[in-house]
């Protein structure tokens, strides 16, 4: 859940922002929505999400306080670092083969 409003938080941050020109990458329904409602003078819509992020985290927390597990040791995290660095080839490639397809 926390990696979920962490997430979440990252990508309206980045649309608020239009990060590396964002708004160029949505179809343009979507890009008018996101200046209309995000950029609004209003933080109805900033007030909304942080709510939620907020409630998603307090929820992880409070559901997991219960059940605490002993730390893991250093063999998973070894083994997520392997996962993570396959994820992160295996991404670059489509994204390489993408974009040679598209030229």
């Known amino acids: 859940m926390g990696a979920i409003a962490i997430g979440s938080t990252l990508a309206v941050l980045m649309l ?3 990060i590396y020109g964002a708004y160029d990458f949505y179809p343009a329904p979507v890009a008018e929505w996101a200046h209309n409602t995000v950029l609004s003078k209003e933080p109805k819509f900033d ?5 939620a992020v907020v409630s998603l985290c307090t929820i992880g927390v409070l559901s997991n306080l219960g059940r605490m597990r002993q730390e893991p040791d250093l063999t998973k995290y070894r083994r997520s670092l392997i996962y993570t660095i396959m994820g992160m080839i295996t991404a ?7 974009k040679a397809t598209d030229d």
């Open 92 to 98: 670059v490639v489509i994204a390489a083969i993408d």
């Open 16 to 18: 608020v922002g239009n």
């Open 47 to 51: 007030a909304t999400v942080t709510l």
